[in-house]
């Protein structure tokens, strides 16, 4: 008998693969499984990415349901959708012997019960879905969109109840995962924590890219530039990065360029409120791999609204890029102040800005900060060890 599954099935109700977030987490397991010969299958929703040229030279089977996330639906709605769309799929990828599921959310998930795979499933959480409206939408919304994220919100409080106590494991990514699952578990024995982790091979000092992603953008090598890659969205405090840039540009940091790479329902009020600074640049949503040896700082999770690192902190960090953060209860224990990362007040721009000054106009402490993040994410958040983790826990729930 073999010693565990050969087949992993990686499911998400999400567009993949995407910019940032939690599609990154699927693109970085996949990508070291099938370094590992796994026989690698992603179930996910329509996506315009096409991830043979997103992921080159990975060898991943990519199905997809017939339908993309739509903004203006409810999650619980569009999850109910993909889920009756993904069960086929997973039930005909996932029914031989020796596969495996990996679910990476509460809809994937019930996707693989409605398969008949619920004993085969695995379940990775990577946010509190039941309070992502509030971390994730503009706050200034109308009210009947309000009203419907706070309906949707206990919907997915309902989901993730009934999800947690039917799945064989739970897999955390944060403390602040691990308390919320563990507090809804009839077996919290059940839940486990598997930080994620950085694929540090990808996510690397690379002065192609760096060259590249500069000429592309009318950017001078002798511009110092301030970053933030991702979702604009109250989550990752886009508004406070926003806010810094005119502070920063007062206070010495003229020289910077400030790049914003992504979308999202900030986006409008953040090009008002920077409009008149002529050192700013909004970029399309790419690759972070390609976008990030561009920087000299990166700047996101700044907001009160959630707490904990963020993956696109880590990659920045994993390519040497010196990083600024917001401080909070478990990024203060993970990370040394000034010397892994910069972490200031969150949703302050005067203490950010005062930051940002202070790394654009020193370039030793730059380089410094950006050296000391990167063996950080070497010594302690590698995908290799995430994904070790990951294989021995799919592996128990393999062998039931």
């Known amino acids: 008998m073999q010693d565990g599954p050969r087949r992993i099935v990686v499911a998400t109700s999400f567009t993949w693969p995407k910019t940032a977030g939690l599609e990154r987490v699927v693109e970085n397991e996949v990508r070291e499984l099938a370094r590992r010969g796994y026989d690698v299958h992603v179930v996910c929703s329509r996506s315009p990415h096409d991830p043979a040229k997103w992921l080159p030279g990975v060898d991943v089977k990519v199905h997809r349901v017939p339908f993309r996330y739509l903004g203006f639906v409810p999650g619980v709605v569009y999850g109910l959708f993909y889920a009756f769309s993904a069960a086929r799929t997973l039930r005909r990828l996932a029914r031989r012997e020796d596969a ?53 919100d206990a919907l997915n409080l309902v989901v993730e109840l009934f999800v947690y106590n039917v799945v064989p494991l739970v897999l955390p990514v944060s403390d602040r995962e691990l308390v919320d699952c563990k507090a809804k578990m009839r077996h919290p024995e059940r839940c486990v924590m598997v930080r994620n982790g950085i694929d540090t091979d990808f996510f690397r000092p690379d002065p192609e890219a760096r060259a590249a992603f500069r000429k592309a953008h009318g950017i001078r090598e002798d511009e110092v530039v301030v970053m933030f890659l991702g979702r604009f969205n109250p989550k990752n405090g886009t508004m406070t990065i926003a806010q810094a840039v005119p502070h920063a540009n007062r206070m010495g940091a003229a020289h910077a360029r400030f790049v914003f790479v992504g979308e999202g329902t900030e986006e409008a009020e953040m090009r008002r409120v920077t409009a008149g600074e002529p050192n700013v640049l909004f970029v399309p949503a790419m690759p972070s791999h390609l976008a990030f040896p561009a920087a000299d700082v990166f ?9 904990g690192t963020g993956l696109t902190v880590q990659e920045a960090m994993a390519t040497g890029v010196a990083t600024v953060s917001g401080s909070d209860p478990y990024k203060d224990v993970l990370y040394a102040n000034w010397k892994d990362m910069a972490l200031v007040r969150k949703e302050d721009p005067v203490a950010l800005a005062e930051a940002f000054v202070r790394l654009v106009n020193d370039r030793a402490l730059r380089e410094a900060l950006g050296r000391q993040g990167r063996e950080k994410i070497l010594r302690e958040y590698s995908v290799r060890a995430q994904v070790d983790a990951v294989l021995a826990h799919l592996t128990r729930v393999w062998r039931g």
């Open 299 to 307: 700047a996101s999770h700044l907001s009160n609204v959630a707490h």
């Open 100 to 152: 495996v599921v990996h679910a990476h959310n509460t809809f994937a998930a019930i996707a693989c019960m409605m398969a008949g795979l619920r004993r085969k499933t695995a379940l990775h959480v990577h946010s509190i879905s039941s309070q992502d409206n509030l971390a994730m939408e503009s706050t200034n919304v109308p009210w009947p969109v309000r009203v419907m994220h706070r309906l949707d």
